[in-house]
């Protein structure tokens, strides 16, 4: 059978996730891999090293594909810094809903938690730039060391928020995943109004609706 010419990453991630999907379990190795989707197995190594590696670049590329998308957008570039975020987020996690059984089965099967956030390593690179990108307001310490510090606590946060924003989407099972895009849009708004020191009530806002869902899932 001739192989196919034209093998990209795009080709490669597409093969692999389809593989997953109909399979439930990771190709035996990449020769077998190779040969089952008419291509060299070669050509897997000139963009992979590994699975794991294919496999965290699979999540790197849905930030990617996620800052593409808003890049098309003229209007996205009118928007203030907290629009921005939840603009990502939102674009963000319908492509993870596009591609739910695969995300599922990625971080849940098998793994450990550590083991999961070893998936997200490059889309954390990707997560942070977008931020620093956003240069959030932060406070005039006058003293360059110090407020490194600080801008990389805002990246940290702001992972740690993303992190908890994906795991109540994995446990999430409302219509639509309509509890997610409310959970993006009090967490966001919660955490600008903590760096704008502006008055709590979207913070307590965020709070009564985690405290009413951890209800909700216990009961």
Do not use: C
């Amino acid at each position: 059978m001739a192989k196919k010419k034209n093998i990209t990453p795009l080709f490669i991630i597409s093969a692999y996730m389809n593989s997953i999907l109909e399979h439930g379990e990771q190709p035996k190795n990449v020769y077998a891999f190779a040969k089952n989707n008419n291509f060299d197995e070669a050509k897997f190594y000139e963009f992979y090293s590994s699975f794991e590696v294919l496999e965290e670049n699979i999540f790197s590329t849905f930030g990617t594909n996620t800052l593409q998308v808003l890049s098309n957008s003229e209007e996205f570039e009118t928007f203030d810094a907290r629009n921005k975020l939840l603009s990502f987020y939102y674009t963000f996690f319908e492509q993870l809903t596009a591609n739910r059984s695969y995300v599922v089965y990625s971080l849940t099967v098998d793994k450990k938690p550590l083991q999961s956030l070893k998936l997200l390593k490059e889309l954390k690179h990707v997560f942070t730039a977008f931020i620093e990108s956003l240069d959030l307001k932060t406070l005039d310490l006058n003293q360059e060391r110090l407020e490194r510090i600080q801008h990389k606590a805002i990246n940290e946060t702001a992972w740690i928020q993303f992190i908890l924003t994906l795991k109540f989407w994995l446990d999430d099972t409302s219509s639509s995943f309509d509890k997610t895009d409310q959970y993006i849009e009090k967490s966001v708004n919660a955490s600008f109004d903590l760096i704008d020191n502006t008055p709590l009530k979207s913070i307590v806002d965020f709070g009564k609706f985690i405290f009413k869902e951890k209800l909700d899932i216990r009961s």
